[in-house]
């Protein structure tokens, strides 16, 4: 008699996890701006691999101008999580949103991994109508619903916010805030399941960031700048946090992966004042949460006949934090200096005094650093994931179409990889380059699971 166990992926704890198998395939979100539609590619990430490091297959979707944007696995680690326990389901489907036409694509890497197929469509009008949002970001798989969020309403504005699919039918189930609060505007989600808590972070509406970053809305302060924190159980608003009005476009947020802890990193794109970019740490002290800037990044001077229009006039490049990751061990914070073209590693065992530990240089507006395989670089280290064990590390670089035109409007994408020290520091792998010619390469999720994609509900 056969017995239902549940999928080998899924771990209880974020020590079990660290302790998986290497990741063989990489999935990877490409975004294209001539006519085509959006991919999604497959590349190969076995050294033992005749094709180590290059794409094998991509799957084209039946639309233009979608914008694919931060997808996500169907079922993780979640799945174990004691109170809404769904053991039978297993980690196959890719849940892929669009952040331009608020489509949802389901793609099955089942029964072959290195071949994906779209086997659904779910497409906006059925998105406003249940949910009341658009500009779909970001999707995490809960212990009992795949969670998305859309960063603005339906008609285009705002609020933003999270939904609820069915695990089993993708079917959007409804909005899942009860009541708001005070949030309005939306980028981020995740939680401290442990703690029945959940964090929203903030960007802006539709309209401030679809045509790209606007300089009038920073200097006004008009960007998102706050962390929400909700009861997730009763999906009630229970407290802002404001960073300051010149933290300009709070975005992505990465809680410890341990559920017995109450604290996360949250990373700032600029600061309205000085053209800095910042990392806060977040913490519950005497029954409330607050939030401590502990990492600060500097704009670097340059001359300005080598900035884009947008910058010249400012005479420096910002360091521009579009994204941070955190090691399933909580150990080490990755942190991607889209501007400079700097990928940064903290050792955050001590959350509120990192120390530096390791960088690498890939592109930047100004500096265009070299990588051994392909020469100077276009673009620069934006999104970043992890392996399980830590050891490797992945970034692409492209942001959003329209913010890509502003900075670098002669991009191609790439992906890239550095291997990590358990001890600390890390170095650019010299043999592993991924050109993925005109196609803008966006986000990555490894197979069986990675540091930014699991829920873990065990110490």
């Excluded at 992945?394 to 291997?419: P, Q, R």
Aim: net charge negative; proline share 8%.
């Amino acid at each position: 008699m056969a017995l239902f166990q549940p999928d080998p992926t899924f771990y209880p704890s974020p020590e079990m996890a660290t302790k998986a198998p290497p990741e063989r395939l990489g999935y990877v979100a490409g975004l294209n701006v001539d006519g085509r539609p959006d991919s999604m590619s497959v590349v190969d990430l076995d050294p033992e691999s005749s094709n180590y490091g290059t794409i094998v297959s991509s799957v084209e979707m039946p639309n233009v101008g979608d914008e694919l944007h931060h997808f996500g696995w169907n079922a993780c680690s979640a799945a174990l999580c004691p109170y809404a326990p769904h053991p039978h389901l297993e980690r196959r489907y890719l849940v892929v949103p669009t952040l331009r036409t608020s489509r949802i694509y389901i793609l099955d890497t089942k029964p072959d991994p290195y071949n994906p197929k779209l086997v659904k469509t779910i497409e906006s009008d059925v998105i406003f109508e249940r949910t009341g949002y658009s500009r779909l970001h970001t999707v995490h798989c809960g212990p009992d619903a795949i969670y998305l969020n859309g960063i603005g309403s339906a008609e285009g504005g705002s609020p933003g916010g999270i939904m609820r699919i069915d695990h089993n039918t993708f079917e959007p189930l409804g909005r899942w805030e009860l009541e708001r609060g005070t949030q309005q505007m939306s980028y981020d989600f995740w939680w401290h399941i442990g703690l029945d808590v959940a964090m929203t972070s903030e960007w802006g509406t539709p309209d401030m960031f679809e045509n790209g970053p606007v300089l009038e809305h920073i200097v006004n302060h008009n960007y998102g700048h706050k962390i929400h924190f909700w009861d997730m159980r009763r999906r009630r608003h229970i407290q802002e946090v404001d960073l300051g009005s010149e933290y300009q476009m709070a975005l992505e947020l990465r809680p410890a992966h341990d559920p017995t802890k109450a604290y996360g990193f949250l990373g700032v794109v600029v600061n309205a004042n000085d053209l800095s970019s910042a990392v806060f740490t977040w913490y519950r002290e005497n029954g409330k949460w607050a939030a401590k800037k502990v990492i600060d990044i500097p704009a670097e001077p340059a001359d300005a006949d080598l900035l884009p229009e947008a910058l010249k006039p400012l005479g420096v490049v910002p360091p521009l934090v579009t994204d941070i990751d955190l090691s399933v061990d909580d150990k080490f914070l990755y942190v991607s200096c889209w501007g400079t073209g700097e990928l940064r590693q903290y050792n955050v065992s001590d959350p509120f005094n990192p120390e530096l530990t390791g960088t690498v240089q890939a592109g930047g507006i100004v500096r265009k650093a070299e990588h051994p395989t392909a020469g100077p670089l276009i673009g620069a280290p934006q999104m970043v994931e992890i392996s399980r064990d830590g050891r490797r590390v992945y970034a692409t670089n492209s942001l959003y179409s329209s913010w890509d035109d502003v900075f670098y409007n002669d991009m191609n994408g790439w992906m890239i990889k550095m291997n990590a020290n358990p001890e600390g520091g890390m170095e650019l792998d010299p043999d592993f380059f991924v050109d993925f010619g005109s196609t803008r390469a966006h986000q990555v999720r490894l197979e069986g699971g990675d540091a930014s994609s699991d829920t873990f509900c065990y110490p």
